[in-house]
């Protein structure tokens, strides 16, 4: 087996349930430490963060990921223990195998690879790599970047290993993605008995109208990179749980994952435009989760593409769908900020799985990409 499948087996082998790290960190920096690497651990609240980096000149290339995975959910639903790696029918099986443990693993060969044909490349290269990645996200890379914006150290080109890929492996990359704003609406009504509807006020009757005018408001026509804004209901609650009393309140729980024609602060005032024309009693509780970012086609992204197709023979398709993702974070001091990863079609599912096929050629992509910015010229944007 390769060594990038033989890591990839011990990262599974970690149970490494959000917030936990369960050693997956230090596992990866005692292989890159081998290679001239400095490693540094940054703990914040239960969660365990590292910054590797070698080097200490521009410019300075990132692989950013987390080693955290969701929860595996009932054991007897999966075919094989989710933290024990195991291939069936040339598929590697286990919770992270495709979100992001095997990004993590061709990080790491990828480099080490690269530094063993180029000991004397162009600049700095470097690991940012967190375990608060599926859970709050706000001890994590968050705090990475507050410490590295505070010491004065600079980002220029950063390549996320989110499993981005769709139905083949590099046809499609993210160079950016949507803003998250979520509302919590409170509508306030007069609580009675049903038979007496004249002296009570039912809030789920009045919120009606006017969510279905915000679910049928156009709010942009988002732009080349970004698909228009979108809002969806995710919970209504109200009533006291007897079938004769009329709540004398509701709670309607949105979203809006908005593009960068948008901001939240205009979405809010617009959809309180809304409910103010349906004369209802109101409140909402905002939450911004993530603002939009976007890397234009440049250096970065063009490396990527071209390392892709020479690996794969496949052109790869620039998207900003799919949710949030710590881009959102690296993106506010890197100026060029890629994700590239495995098939993304068994991620968080039962038996999360990646083809052993896409193993060596994901590990062969970013390695190539390392070439293409560090070790050979820059290539121009038309390449």
């Given amino acids: 087996m390769t060594a990038t499948f033989q890591l990839a087996e011990q990262l599974i082998a970690r149970r490494s349930v959000t917030p936990a790290d369960d050693g997956c960190q230090a596992l990866i920096a005692e292989r890159l430490q081998s290679v001239g690497f400095t490693s540094e651990t940054i703990k914040s609240n239960g969660v365990t963060n590292t910054w590797l980096r070698r080097g200490s000149s521009a410019p300075v290339f990132v692989f950013a990921g987390h080693t955290d995975v969701v929860p595996p959910g009932p054991r007897e639903q999966w075919a094989s223990d989710p933290f024990v790696a195991e291939v069936r029918d040339e598929t590697l099986y286990g ?24 000991a004397q490349h162009r600049g700095s290269i470097a690991l940012l790599l967190t375990s608060d990645e599926e859970g709050p996200a706000t001890d994590g890379t968050a705090k990475v970047v507050e410490l590295l914006r505070k010491r004065g ?8 290993g989110e499993p981005t890929s769709v139905n083949l492996l590099g046809d499609t990359i993210k160079n950016g993605r949507r803003g998250s704003l979520s509302g919590r609406l409170v509508v306030t009504g007069i609580q009675g008995h049903v038979a007496y509807p004249q002296l009570v006020r039912n809030p789920v009757h009045q919120v009606a109208p006017a969510l279905n005018a915000l679910a049928n408001e156009r709010w942009d026509d988002g732009n080349e990179f970004f698909p228009p804004t979108t809002f969806q209901i995710s919970n209504i609650r109200a009533g006291t749980g007897a079938l004769n009393v009329v ?3 509701c709670e309607v729980d949105f979203n809006l994952r908005f593009a960068s024609v948008s901001s939240a602060e205009a979405l809010m005032q617009r959809i309180e435009q809304i409910l103010n024309k349906h004369d209802l009693e109101f409140s909402v509780q905002w939450t911004i989760g993530a603002q939009p970012f976007l890397t234009p086609p440049g250096e970065l992204s063009t490396s990527i593409m071209r390392a892709i197709r020479e690996v794969t023979g496949r052109t790869a398709e620039l998207s900003t769908t799919g949710g949030t993702s710590d881009g959102r974070f690296i993106s506010t001091f890197c100026p060029q900020v890629i994700e590239f990863g495995p098939r993304n079609a068994s991620i968080h599912k039962i038996d999360e799985h990646i083809a052993l096929n896409d193993l060596e050629p994901l590990k062969n992509v970013y390695r190539r990409t390392l070439e293409l910015l560090l070790a050979d010229p820059v290539p121009s944007n038309k390449s």
């Fill in 153 to 160: 150290e600079k980002i220029d080109y950063c390549v996320i």
């Fill in 247 to 249: 709540p004398g309140h």
């Fill in 95 to 118: 919770r992270g195998a495709a979100d992001m443990k095997s990004s993590l693993a061709a990080f790491a060969i990828a480099a080490q690879e690269f530094i063993g044909a180029h």
